[in-house]
């Protein structure tokens, strides 16, 4: 879980270090170097690349995309440790679209957590002067389609592979962003270039070793070190992009933190 979340973390800063390109164009890298990987895995295993329910297929994918490309905005306007910070409220989300269209049910003590996240929220947005409205906009609805990513990866549930799941999302978000990269292109230069196909590359590997983490019998004691990211980014975005976070904005991540930390124990738990 602590790989995973430097490997999430070291691909939060090149999203901030390549904010200058756009949207389209950072979904188009950060979807291509994974798909070399998710390729690979499905024909070297044999495994059917078209999957069984298309239709969730797809649907999964357009609502990743939608919310990657919308959090690849907001870092333009956003401290990237509050970007990341605040799109961690899509398990909220989630919990909320279960209930509405699933019919899950949620004990009392869990919205509760929830309170304390969405506090959180309220703290940062009104004593951070340098979170933007517009970031936190789009912030807000990425972590929403996140929400739905989860709903529907659980409506798909095991009848089709895990990679395949990823795989029809990087083949979606190498078309769209594709398509967006069109009418707002701009050549890399240098280094760029490896930064740009490294994205995917760090993608890759933060969401393998997070799935092996999850895989191990240790699930309840390694699941909070999953928001070691939000930590990692806050402290490298201060001393690489000089960001600045004011004493209640940091307790209001972690309230945020917390919140959602004690609902996946209390989750666990029951």
Partial sequence: ????????????????YLAHYGSGQLVLFRAFGSLFFT????????????GNQKVLLISRGLAGVTSMGLFFMSVNYLPIGSAVSLRYLSPIFAT?????????????????FFLMAFSGVLMIKGFDPNID????????????????VYVLISKIGQRDHPVVIVNYF??????????????????????????LLSLGVFGYFGQL??????????TNKVVSLKYVEVLFTMVAG???????YP??????TLLVVTGLILNIWYRKKS
């Fill in 209 to 218: 070793f997070m799935t092996k983490a999850f895989q191990s019998q240790a």
């Fill in 170 to 195: 990087m083949w979606i978000s190498v078309v769209v962003g594709g398509v967006l990269s069109i009418f707002d292109w701009t050549t890399p230069k240098g280094i760029e270039w490896v930064l």
């Fill in 1 to 16: 879980m602590l790989l995973s979340a430097v490997s999430f973390t070291v691909m939060n800063l090149f999203v901030k």
């Fill in 247 to 252: 004493v209640l904005s940091l307790v209001g």
């Fill in 96 to 112: 909320i679209l279960a209930v509405v269209f699933l019919k899950e049910h949620v004990k009392h003590v869990q919205w509760l």
């Fill in 39 to 50: 390729m690979s895995y499905l024909l070297w295993h044999k495994i059917p690349i078209l």
């Fill in 238 to 244: 201060v001393f690489w992009f000089g960001d600045q």
């Fill in 133 to 148: 409205s517009f970031g936190f906009l789009l912030i807000m609805i990425s972590a929403f389609f996140s929400g739905i």
